[in-house]
């Protein structure tokens, strides 16, 4: 036996399917050949495993490397191109679990947020008042991303189409080439989002639709033990002078022109 086979016959019971009809309606081949597959005599190929991912809604990889029978299928967070996110995750207490991405692991994300052994492997926290939803958290870089700096972490809530972003709202941006990003959602533009840094140094630009691999829309924040409530408002300020400087750089711009 293997964890495809036993994936299969459990899916398929979940399904109150008979191999005879699952064979004959679904799959297209023999009842034989099928028995074979859920017996672990004989593994499948490429375009059956593909049939039976997209009939039961699970990614391959999953399929093949995690025992589903683990995980209430009904908690399972569908995403685009037939993947899917592990169930959400609670505590003793019932509250959701929140996944922590390292700080020295953030990088990686990119290659792991599809490996269930990865997320498995994250730690967790909760925070009682989140409920009702997937929650991962991701460590801030860089000076974009006021009042967040490094060594915080913002807690994202899963959000399962583009259709869902808000104006104006917050969001944790994974794409193919930037990785993790945190900017505030501006506008649809065809085949592309507007977002903007709420530090007001850096300009709007736009993320092709095609690079985002997950969304997550601002819940919480965790700050660093020496992080001081004033600094928001010394955020305010600095955005101030950086929007002064930015105002002065336009300036010298325009003059140049006219030289």
Same mark, same amino acid.
């Given at each position: 036996m293997s964890i495809f086979s036993d994936n299969i016959r459990f899916l398929r019971g979940k399904k109150n399917l008979s191999q005879q009809s699952f064979t004959d309606d679904i799959l297209i081949i023999s009842r034989e050949r099928y028995a074979k597959y859920e017996s672990g005599r004989s593994e499948p190929p490429y375009e059956i495993l593909i049939k039976i991912s997209k009939y039961f809604h699970i990614s391959i990889d999953l399929l093949l490397t995690v025992d589903i029978r683990k995980y209430p299928l009904e908690q399972m967070v569908n995403l685009p191109d037939n993947r899917i996110i592990l169930p959400v995750v609670v505590d003793q207490l019932g509250n959701n679990s929140i996944e922590i991405i390292p700080q020295k692991a953030s990088m990686g994300y990119l290659s792991g947020y599809t490996d269930p052994e %990865? +997320?498995?492997?994250?730690?967790?926290? !909760?925070?009682?008042? @989140?409920?009702?939803?997937?929650?991962?958290? #991701?460590?801030?870089?860089?000076?974009?991303?006021p009042?967040?700096?490094?060594?915080? %972490? +913002?807690?994202g809530k899963y959000v399962e !189409?583009?259709?869902? @972003?808000?104006?104006?709202?917050?969001?944790? #941006?994974?794409t193919l080439n930037d990785g993790i990003t945190y900017k505030r959602f501006n506008?649809?533009?065809?085949?592309?989002?507007?977002? !903007?840094?709420?530090?007001?140094?850096?300009?709007?630009?736009?993320?092709?639709?095609g690079e985002i691999v997950e969304i997550w829309q601002y819940a919480s924040g965790i700050f660093p033990e020496d992080f001081e409530h004033d600094q928001l408002d010394n955020y305010n300020l600095r955005d101030m002078f950086l929007e002064l400087r930015k105002d002065i750089k336009e300036l010298d711009h325009k003059f140049a022109a006219i030289k």
């Amino acid at each position: 036996m293997s964890i495809f086979s036993d994936n299969i016959r459990f899916l398929r019971g979940k399904k109150n399917l008979s191999q005879q009809s699952f064979t004959d309606d679904i799959l297209i081949i023999s009842r034989e050949r099928y028995a074979k597959y859920e017996s672990g005599r004989s593994e499948p190929p490429y375009e059956i495993l593909i049939k039976i991912s997209k009939y039961f809604h699970i990614s391959i990889d999953l399929l093949l490397t995690v025992d589903i029978r683990k995980y209430p299928l009904e908690q399972m967070v569908n995403l685009p191109d037939n993947r899917i996110i592990l169930p959400v995750v609670v505590d003793q207490l019932g509250n959701n679990s929140i996944e922590i991405i390292p700080q020295k692991a953030s990088m990686g994300y990119l290659s792991g947020y599809t490996d269930p052994e %990865y +997320i498995e492997s994250l730690q967790l926290i !909760s925070l009682p008042f @989140l409920t009702n939803g997937k929650y991962r958290a #991701f460590p801030a870089q860089g000076d974009s991303m006021p009042p967040f700096k490094d060594g915080s %972490y +913002i807690v994202g809530k899963y959000v399962e !189409s583009i259709n869902d @972003l808000k104006s104006n709202r917050s969001y944790v #941006f994974v794409t193919l080439n930037d990785g993790i990003t945190y900017k505030r959602f501006n506008a649809t533009n065809g085949n592309s989002i507007t977002v !903007s840094a709420d530090n007001s140094f850096y300009e709007p630009y736009d993320i092709p639709v095609g690079e985002i691999v997950e969304i997550w829309q601002y819940a919480s924040g965790i700050f660093p033990e020496d992080f001081e409530h004033d600094q928001l408002d010394n955020y305010n300020l600095r955005d101030m002078f950086l929007e002064l400087r930015k105002d002065i750089k336009e300036l010298d711009h325009k003059f140049a022109a006219i030289k």
